[in-house]
């Protein structure tokens, strides 16, 4: 399951500068406006401590960690999309990710230049926002002008699917995001057709100075944004770009001795990872062996079925059972036949909806 997230925001708010940390690789993170042109796709490891205790279990040949891809979009402005600052090109690189990371400058800073020459994350959500917004409405009215005639007709799945985007309609006029919106399990495979982009879970980065880390709370620009966050339902989180790039060039051990100096138990990046897996509804479920100790990503309410075709169409298709125990009991029995022993290995069907943690070993007949 390939999992995306579009980094977005303003000029200059710190967006490739989190990139180089989140790949540790070394795209160009320039003081003036577009200096990200094309799309960088970087892949980083979710590093689960679950699968490093697993392998350390196993000695498998190899362990396989699940993976998140972050696209490092260029800077979008007012008038993006009309576009503005290339603004239709930066628009359409955000429709194909499954979430919105939308990094939000909290920091003063006299020698880094603000596109509009003040530091007000509010207004500057608030302009990402819109031309988010303006371009969802010129997709939805475009659409409404190719199937109008069509439902016009009795058809019932044009009608239906007017029905939706009038609703869609009248929220994007009102200045509101999809999300504002719910739907029922057909509608939204209507909406997911169309890649609106506020129909797209979104996470606040709120960017703040490497002293306030561990207090994110003193800074009035977090308190602010924290505020809008949550009264929009969305997630936050406070990052110090600069360290986060710091900690990309470090050991394990170094990161760790880092990371108590500074007071805090995670970096930013990890709890961004665990806010993205939340937002967007993931758990994670591991295969373990000799040969290879792996984490799976599933989406909560799949089926056992269902997370066997994450492996494999083969083995959703040819689905017997699946033998499960929870990662706990797996730490704590150390192997397959104390398990058994203590009847902590299960057999279930296909109505089983896995757990977060669960190790599956999937029977399949083709």
Not at 214 to 229: C, E, Q, R, T
Not at 335 to 340: F, H, I, P, Q
Request: aromatic share 8%; hydrophobic share 40%; charged share 25%.
């Amino acid at each position: 399951m390939s999992l995306t997230a579009g980094i977005v925001g303003l000029p200059n708010v710190g967006k490739s500068t989190l990139f180089n940390a989140i790949t540790n690789s070394k795209v160009e993170a320039a003081n003036y406006p577009f200096a990200t042109i094309e799309p960088n796709v970087g892949v980083v490891e979710v590093k689960d401590e679950r699968l490093t205790n697993l392998s350390k279990l196993f000695a498998p040949e190899r362990t396989i960690y699940t993976t998140f891809e972050f696209t490092d979009i260029a800077g979008l402005v007012k008038g993006a999309s009309d576009g503005e600052g290339l603004g239709n090109k930066f628009l359409a690189n955000i429709r194909g990710v499954d979430a919105i990371c939308h990094v939000v400058r909290c920091f003063e800073d006299s020698d880094i230049t603000h596109v509009y020459n003040r530091i007000d994350p509010l207004d500057d959500v608030e302009i990402i926002n819109m031309e988010l917004i303006m371009a969802d409405l010129s997709t939805c009215e475009n659409r409404i002008g190719k199937i109008y005639k069509k439902a016009q007709t009795n058809d019932a799945e044009a009608k239906t699917e007017l029905n939706i985007l009038n609703k869609i309609l009248e929220t994007l006029k009102k200045g509101e995001m999809i999300t504002a919106l719910t739907f029922d399990k057909d509608e939204e495979q209507y909406v997911k057709g169309f890649q609106f982009l506020t129909a797209k879970p979104v996470i606040y980065i709120a960017n703040i100075k490497e002293e306030e880390i561990n207090d994110p709370l003193s800074n009035p620009h977090f308190v602010a944004l924290s505020n809008y966050a949550q009264a929009h339902n969305a997630e936050i989180v406070a990052i110090s770009a600069r360290i986060e790039e710091e900690l990309s060039d470090l050991s394990k051990e170094d990161k760790a001795a880092f990371l108590n100096d500074l007071g805090i138990a995670k970096s930013g990046l990890d709890e961004l990872i665990l806010k993205a897996y939340k937002t967007l509804g993931l758990k994670t479920f591991f295969t373990v062996g000799k040969d290879e100790c792996r984490g799976w990503t599933f989406k909560e309410g799949m089926t056992a079925p269902e997370c066997a075709g994450v492996i494999h169409t083969d083995f959703e298709k040819g689905f017997i059972r699946a033998e499960v125990c929870t990662y706990e009991d797996m730490m704590t029995y150390q192997s397959e036949v104390k398990l058994k022993e203590a009847g902590k290995l299960r057999l279930e069907g296909k109505d089983y909806l896995p757990s977060d943690g669960d190790i599956m070993h999937f029977r399949f007949h083709v």
